[in-house]
């Protein structure tokens, strides 16, 4: 009897060890991936947004100001210094680090916008060139500003967009933190006082077995 309950002492005591190992293993493995992707994917993709938002609305306040210059010599010079502050190179980082068809979407909508207010922005500068600042000023006002709002919106979505999924990773890892100290305490706990209880058992089972041997070795003792 004391057998039958000690194997089924030790395989509760199995089942409770392979239920809280799974269940670490699940938690490693997802602060594992949450860890990577925030490292790999959502960090770099706020900062090359943001980064990208810095640089468009530095251009956009040149563009503004290319209205104001009444030298085509610093015209031209302001129109170099803008085309070279490209976007180009953050986004094409950008678009290297996409693990999500979410973000791939938000980035394709963005890319769309901003073919468009560049196509916008090189008839502006055509404008300019041609010394038809009037025109320039109505082309600002009418076409180019609705295409950089756009434009600046779908870069301002692919930045929120980060910025949630790294607050949700960032909550999981920190969540998982929080508890696993109390769960491997638990386990610990757990597991010696199963070791405890088993040893006692063994221990008693043990001093029966030989009380009850020498019990029948001695005279009258059956």
Known sequence: MFRKELLILGGVSLLVFLIVAGAASLAVRVVQRD????AKDTL????????????????????????S???PGERARLITSITSNSTDPIWRQYQEAIFDEYDDQLFREMQAARG??????SHYFDLLRA????GAKEFFAADLRSAFDRYRQGA????????????????RLIQLSSWAPYALALFCVLVLLVGVFVGF???LGAF????????HKTPGGR
């Open 116 to 121: 468009k207010f560049i196509e916008a922005r």
């Open 44 to 67: 770099p993709g706020l900062a090359s947004a943001g980064e990208a938002i810095g640089r468009m609305d530095e251009n956009w306040f040149n563009l503004h100001l290319l209205l």
């Open 131 to 134: 010394g038809d600042i009037t």
């Open 208 to 215: 029966i077995d030989i009380w009850r041997e020498a019990d």
């Open 69 to 71: 210059m009444e030298s």
């Open 35 to 38: 860890g990577t992707m925030l």
């Open 156 to 171: 301002e979505n692919i930045f929120r967009m980060n910025a949630r999924i790294g607050r949700e990773r960032a909550g």
């Open 201 to 203: 058992k063994a221990s």
